[in-house]
């Protein structure tokens, strides 16, 4: 796929206004309130990876609307000290599939907790453990269309809400350092990590690589790939939605997230990106911080000759080496 975004020293430097309506962070704060039990945790219990060197736990905590949601809590075995933790939300279409999957950052010293995706884990990998209770308002079958046509009824309300608690989760969790918390994903997971990034003022780093949820005006004029493109697809048949579309589109958008938050922020982004075009990424990493004074917190990676996949292993290694270096976040 050749390159179809901005070039790239436009990339660098573009900062687009964001239509954020005026009551988006009573509408944050209204729903992660009603989500506040204080009691997040549901179950914990030991789960058999066939693994060795890692112990992992099938975890239950209380998300939006204090329904279910399941996760993987994994760390290195025998190691009972606090460890600093990352917690990493999967991509569209997946679940949080099998506990022996994601080890790099158990590898890497770290308490791990992998996020389901509600009403997701059907389209890639291996699967997911999380039903969504409340997809029953009209929108299309796929999660990026579901309830869109009201910011209350939206999927990724429910979904975001789901990742802010899986940082309460986390840090109620044995052997967790609960003051070095990391948000990490890529794609839609990337995007959920902005949020928390933007919602959990006290997190210590978010390490985002080609997110969902950025500049999505932009990116609906620019590709029909899915996600995007359900979103699309919803539209040409619901002629007349757009209005009610783009307003809960708002209140999702990464970039006004990104505007908010407070921790240090490692992005990354391939610039023939057609499922989340670059122009996104950058717009989130070049008003990053903006509204809290940290806007000089953050690095971003570029691969002038990916997609999608970005950097992959190189992209994590950067990752790792970046994270360990974070001040206040080590082992």
Known sequence: MPAFDLPTNELER???????????????????????????????????NGLRLTDTWDVTFRGFAGDPVRAWYSRPAGVASALPAVVEYAGYGRGRGLPHERLA????????????NR??????????????????????????????LDPRDYHYRRLITDAVRAVAAVRALPGVDGEQVAAVGNSQGGGLALAVAGLVPDLAAVLVTAPFLCGIRRALDLTDASPYGEISAYLSVHRGAEEAAYRTLSYMEGVSFARRAFAPAHFGVGLRDTVCPPSGAYAAFNRYGELT???????????????HEGGEAVQVRRQLDWLGGVSGFSG
Do not use: C
Request: glycine share 14%; aromatic share 10%.
């Open 119 to 148: 009403g997701q884990g059907d389209q890639y990998g291996n699967g997911g453990a999380t039903p969504d209770p409340h997809a029953l308002a009209p929108g299309g079958p796929g999660p990026a269309a579901r309830g869109l």
């Open 293 to 307: 004074g940290t806007e000089s917190r953050k690095e971003i990676h570029a691969y002038p000759y990916n997609g």
């Open 105 to 116: 950052w158990v590898n890497a010293g770290y308490a791990h907790l992998l996020m389901d």
């Open 14 to 48: 573009y900062r687009p206004d964001v239509q954020e309506p005026p009551d988006f962070d009573a509408f944050w704060r209204d729903t992660l309130k009603e989500a506040a039990d204080p009691d997040v945790l549901v179950s914990v219990r030991p789960a058999e």
